[in-house]
């Protein structure tokens, strides 16, 4: 964790709060030169705000003598975090700066995969033993303030094999008697996470749960270290960007928006749209297919992006909710049932929601006949009967779609609106054509 | 705040856990029931998880005599959340359950906006006089831990009038030596929000820095209380599941998708779908605009849904990017003609891939001359002139929509995928039609 309060004094605040706004312009050039100019308290203000990679782009453009100061700056699950940023050659030059404890956390930390929840904690945290007393419990602890820790929330009982017997929170320490012994206040019944968890799952407990820290054991019971909540808000800052661009049809970017080089935005968002635009294909396929309807009744024509459109809409709707729904927990996966069954209810009344109002339209317009021909009550039927097909499709396609990536292991995020309005797009076709061979037949086809 | 561990005794975890999963399907009544029959220790385990609403409507569920201590298990901030959710004609009944300072306290919470920072915040916090020795305040802490405190990270250094003065970390003054004063170990200058600042700028707050409560004055600089970390994981979750949800096209739910009812759900989508549904029209006016080419080559038509729906791809990746990109703050107002130039390159970039594949699929399909006739190499310079026409306009319009909204102070994330593709379906036909009619004057049209 950076420092829990920020040092801001009125005079140089101008000239941080330059270089922040700045920064994603700036060559990593202009970022070491800025980042020179300022005062040391403004400087640390600002690194402690960078991300990883900017702090290990900041740290290798400074000359060689002053960066082991800011990589000593950092504490071990950060430190990790910048390594990761380094290429193999370079990480050996980088661990040397640290000093001898910390670099033996970090490497203990870069064994874990960066999603885990070993590579997200913190191996410093505050141990106390069952039989120490409250009171010794609190000037060991005043010790163990002065060293290394940096989260003071818990302190966690383990025993001399490092197993984690109980935690007992401050508030419940600083409020016990003296004299009695940490066993008695400590409490033995856990909510833990393995070090191999994924972080999306941890994060998903922080949610559910209010705590500030978890502890992180490993598969004997060991304790490793802890997660804090605020390294929980960026994960889920960042979970939550994923699944949006996931959602907007795209690969997701793992950087701000104006650091994304132009040929990485084109690889990123360039493989979906053209997966999608050969989905989309087949609706040229479909269209062909029904070329002689079409030639002999130009007039369904028009209402072919109105009605695709639509179902691509409410697809686009129900699969952001089962999305969302998925991801923050609210639906299960066993759930797909009851949903089907919403789904079935809401698209069908959606679907005749719009299906009057385009009926509404075709026949209220003034110049009906002129634009529609004879037949436009016939036509109004065959758009109000295809609303309510694709509507109601839209809204089962897009709410089953990401159960369907879900019980396939697969991201349900990835049932992307843009996905969803492809999948309707051939469907709504094909049940815009069948209605009209059914309204139609023997009058305009 | 919670109780910061969760007991979790394994005869009985199988009871909460049933009654936990089952939590959505069962009626308020039932839930009651169940809830009564679990040990103490659990119910109050699963009284924590559950939202305001649910604790509302399970206290009031509760016979009269068992609602009090329920009610007061619940700090501040969290009772105020409750009241909320009560009727006006209710309120002032459970107002009456609460002890007189809770009381005081919740009723100065509900005078602020559930969204704002007032409404988040805890009123109550450590507070200790800048003269106080380090041990003086360690002791004073201990003395009010016993009372009324959930929160201890920071002790916050106040005057006799309230003015907040500065900050001690709790790990500051542990490690600091014991007979120093608070005014020598505390920080002066702060990060601090205003009561009335929006959640959302809150939670940025926490995003950028590594802090785990902020405190909360008001205009005239006095301490009001403090927003804590683990209200803001909740916060910036709910944030991002009503983004989603407006992105997805409809109006955000609220409330978890199986506990809303099918009417609200139906107002919730119905809204939004309409409106678009009236906005697509438009495409059939503009298709009936061209019916005289439609007519004359209905080959045309076999490719309305391809451009028309790759156009809509790309602007609902554009748009996503940049609400994203806005909600988190890695991209400004001011940032707008960046984007735009960015955006410009990419969309080119992007048509001309989509162009060629199009081009490609057109000319190299075997039966080309009996499906496009034979004009097939002039239709697929128009399919792929359109494309990138298409493309980069989406690009434009999805990556300046939220722009233009924020600046109308509207929520960006409304320019969400569908009504982005509404937006690019009508030009999209134009766009269609005019490269049509440069490319087939005098040969089909």
Redesign the interface.
């Known amino acids: ?2 420092p ?6 009125n005079d140089e605040t101008f000239v941080v709060s330059e270089l922040q ?1 700045a920064w ?2 700036l060559s990593t050039a202009e970022r070491v030169e800025g980042f020179r100019l300022l005062p040391r308290g403004d400087a640390e203000e600002l690194f ?2 960078l991300t990883a990679r900017d702090q290990y782009e900041l740290i290798t453009g400074l000359p060689v003598g002053e960066r082991r100061s800011w990589l000593r700056l950092l504490p071990p699950d950060d430190a990790a975090d910048v390594m990761q940023e380094a290429p193999d050659d370079e990480r050996g030059g980088l661990m040397a700066l640290l000093d001898d404890q910390t670099r033996k956390e970090v490497t203990a930390l870069l064994a874990y995969a960066e999603d885990d929840a070993g590579g997200l904690m913190n191996p410093r945290y505050v141990r106390v033993r069952p039989d120490m007393t409250v009171d010794e419990a609190i000037s060991y ?2 010790k163990q ?2 060293e290394r ?2 989260t ?3 302190a966690y009982v383990c025993d001399a094999q490092q197993k984690l017997l109980g ?1 007992v ?3 419940d320490l ?2 016990a008697q003296q004299g009695k012994l940490v066993r008695d206040v400590m ?1 033995t ?3 833990t996470v393995l070090d191999t968890d994924d972080q999306e799952a941890v ?1 998903r407990l ?7 820290a978890v502890p992180v054991v490993d598969a004997q019971g060991r304790m490793k270290g802890i997660v ?3 390294d ?3 994960v ?2 960042e979970e ?2 994923e ?3 996931k ?4 690969e997701a ?1 793992d950087a ?3 650091d994304v080089s ?1 040929p990485q ?2 690889k990123k ?2 493989g ?3 997966a ?3 989905g ?2 087949l ?2 396929t479909a ?2 297919y029904f ?1 002689h309807e ?2 002999r009744a ?2 369904l ?6 009605i ?3 179902g ?3 697809g ?2 129900a ?7 998925l991801a ?1 927990g ?3 996966l066993r ?1 797909w049932f ?2 089907m069954r ?1 789904e079935l ?2 698209g069908t ?2 679907g005749v ?2 299906g009057i ?2 009926m509404l ?1 075709i026949l209220v317009w003034p110049t009906r006949n002129k ?1 529609y021909g004879e037949h436009y009550l016939l036509i109004s039927f065959t758009v109000a009967f295809s609303l309510v097909g694709v ?1 109601l499709f839209g809204s089962l396609a897009g709410s089953m779609l990401p159960f369907i990536l879900r019980k396939l292991r697969l991201d349900p995020a990835s049932a ?3 996905f969803v ?2 999948l309707v ?1 051939v469907t709504g ?1 094909i049940i815009y054509f069948t209605a009209a061979s059914m309204f139609l037949r023997g009058v305009l086809l």
Chains 1, 2 share one sequence.
């Open positions: 964790m950076a829990e309060v920020e040092t801001q004094s706004d994603h312009i402690f705000t602890l005043r303030a002065r820790i940096e003071l929330a818990y935690v929170s401050f508030r600083f409020a409490k019944d856990l909510i994060s922080f949610a559910d749960h209010d705590f500030v804090t909540i605020d929980i808000v960026e889920v800052q939550a960007t699944d949006a661009q959602f907007g049809g795209m970017l701000p928006y104006l132009i935005m084109l968002r360039g979906w749209l053209s999608l635009f050969l989309e294909m609706t040229a269209m062909a070329e079409l030639q130009i007039v024509s028009l209402f072919i992006p109105l695709i459109s639509s691509g809409n409410s686009s709707q699969s952001t909710l089962i999305v969302r729904a923050v609210d639906v299960k759930d009851r949903v919403r209810v809401v009344l959606l929601l719009l109002i385009g339209r634009l509507v992307s609106a843009p309005a492809t797009d076709l």
